[in-house]
């Protein structure tokens, strides 16, 4: 067997591998949905399911990202774009962990016109929920979105309401995008990979999406924003 | 906003669902239950379920769906993308059924086989009864609104809906990318090519977009500008390196312009993006057969028969192709372990055609030739002989005779097992028969020219590259070794013969009268025999003879 077949083979054993967690995580998000009504008001049953349901949209969400960084490694990752309806796609992003915000009493709004964009949603709607799930974990009880024009492109903010990024983070995030090597790898910068690299698959008229993290400056708390050219 | 969007449950008018029927396709069990709950969570009562391709291939055919909910992986050997397709070919999907793929798997070739069969939605799991009731809801909304359109984009009735398109942009309406999209397809039916071209590049101005610019190159196409098309398309796939369909007609574009191996070599990148598609591996087998490549040839003939198997797309072509394929290029294969494993291949083809078309008397008389000619290659002449027999008795039998189309067929086989002159005159009549198709006098002519293996045809094109170069530096004696070399390989090429005579006249126009060269070109002559009237390279031969006569004192 040459090292190409080798390497091919390793490639359907991760896709296998992803598809048979992706089945199992359907069944188990299903399960704690469906649990509450066995539980009745009791709220400690509650919160534990509400950790549960976070952990696992996690485990969803690095299951995702693994793979997705993989197949862009390998120049085999699918991307598709179409006119698509942002607002709704956040709408959607947002109703795979709704029970999530209601359980950990957290206030969410979207803000900004349902624009139509060309992207891929499939993969946008991934860098969303890394974007959200980030945002529920350092907020304290608010997380806004925006979308707005920006620069003949479309700006999509995540805000929340936390004690926002110190600078380490930031100039971290920085060094990340730009390319520089990663000193620490964590699940944090991973994440945030994957999002600059999906935003940057999308091109027009020669200009490149990008992602950008700060701390904003109304709420003080944690902001990151996608650019959509 | 509306928090209705996280509880699918209470959002739901739940009298809006109630009467629709849904079915589930899954090969788990568990998950079949958890999404006939979500479904019946929504208010829809009636959820069928089933595991398997051909389950619901059944239960279509028992009860007319609102959902269907199919996974991509499903039991028994045709997956979620086969039973779309079949179930469109079949029209057993109601027109405004939703039908949703729904799949765990993020490899490319997976979602790129789901996007190219065009499902109405595609959910990757995991998902949440919310997200499914968003989902569903959105797609009604949207066979609601487009219902009449969609009528008159199926009845091909493309005034009606090139106004209702227009007037739904106007309106700036929700579906107006849609609208956009359709009315390239509609101006493109109608050979409006102006409005065509206001339209994508009005949209170009704004942004790169992909159907634009697909636009622009079907519309070259469709007026015959390949040239312009393929520029097209090469910008196109730079902006969008994954729009698939553009490969598929930058090859065709290549392909009919004669530049072979780049089509080749732009098919090879489709596949590699998304494999699975029978007519891009069956274009695949015809473009690198005809570049010579036998071993490209033989794996995308495989894969053609194996994506073809259980599908609308299964064809006996397949079958014959493949078998064909083995027999000339079993001898190339050094292992002869793996030669043994593509005997046996052939052997399975062979059998398989056989059963799977079984009440089919014309494939039966294909199978029996395809065995004749695999045994030819292989070098057991009687058994050639003896299939070959056969075949004649069975098309003898057949209502009509041997059907046209396999007189092609036919005649290749006669040849393989050494019945050369019965073959030539086969051959002769269908090209010089005026009710005999372009496509198949092209196919006879083609055989008659250079009836032999596709890597010897290769062999003879590149050493007949080599020799028009050297012709081109004015070097006629390395020319003509190389035209000779070729020759060799492919001995009844006219094209090839016709270098080597011109090539000889200008040696001698330099050098004066040869013999040996004279009797070449006689011979050159001799092996054109089978070049009648309506071959492309006909006037050049007549003219060649000419100058020879007129030239040298021979008679021709």
Known sequence: MTLDEKQLLFKDVIGASVKDMRNSLGQVLYKLEEAPEFTGQNQQASDALAEAQYEVIRIENVVNQLHGLYLLENDSLAVQRQETYLYELVEDVVANMGSLLQAKQIDFSIKGEDICWYVDPYLLSCVLQITLLNAIRYTKDRIAVSLSAHENGTMISVIDNGQGYPDSVLESFQALVAGEAVRHISSQNTSWLYCERIAALHVNQGKQGYTRLSNDGATGGGRIDIFLP | MDRSIFQGKSSQKTSNYSGLQALVADEFENSRQSIRQMLQGLGIEHVDQTASGKGVIDSCRARRYDIILCDFRLVGNKNGQQVLEELRELTLLKPNAVFVIVSAETSRDVVMGIMESQPDEYLSKPFTQAVLARRLERQFQQSKALAEMKEHLAKEQYEPLIQQCVAHIKDEGRYTPWCKRTLVDAYLATHQFESLEQLCQQELAERDLDWALFGLARMEVARGRLDDAITILEKLLRL?????????????????????????????????????????????????????????????????????????????????????????????????????RLLSEAGQALTMVGKRFASDDAVKVRKTLAESRFHASQGQQKEAAKALENAKQMAAELEGGLPHDLVVEYGKTLYNAGETEQAEAILSSLVSDANTSEHLKQQAADFLDEPVSASAKAQAKALNKDGLLSYSKQEYVAAIKQFKEALAASPRHPGLNLNLIQTSLKLMEKQGEQPQLIAECMDAFARLKHVSPAHKQYKRLMSLKEYMVKHYSVTL
């Open chain 2, 240 to 340: 969008f390196p994954q729009m698939i369909s553009a490969y598929d007609l930058l090859a065709q574009c290549l392909e009919r312009t004669g530049k072979l191996e780049d089509a080749q070599s732009i098919l090879e990148d489709a596949i590699r993006i998304s494999p699975r598609i029978h007519k891009r591996q069956k274009h695949m087998a015809n473009v690198s057969k005809a570049n010579g490549d036998v071993t490209t040839a033989l794996k995308a003939s495989q894969q053609t028969l194996r994506l073809g198997v259980n599908s609308i797309h299964e064809d006996p072509d397949d079958y014959i192709q493949l078998v064909d394929m083995i027999a000339e290029s079993v001898d190339t294969v050094e292992s002869s372990q793996e030669r043994k």
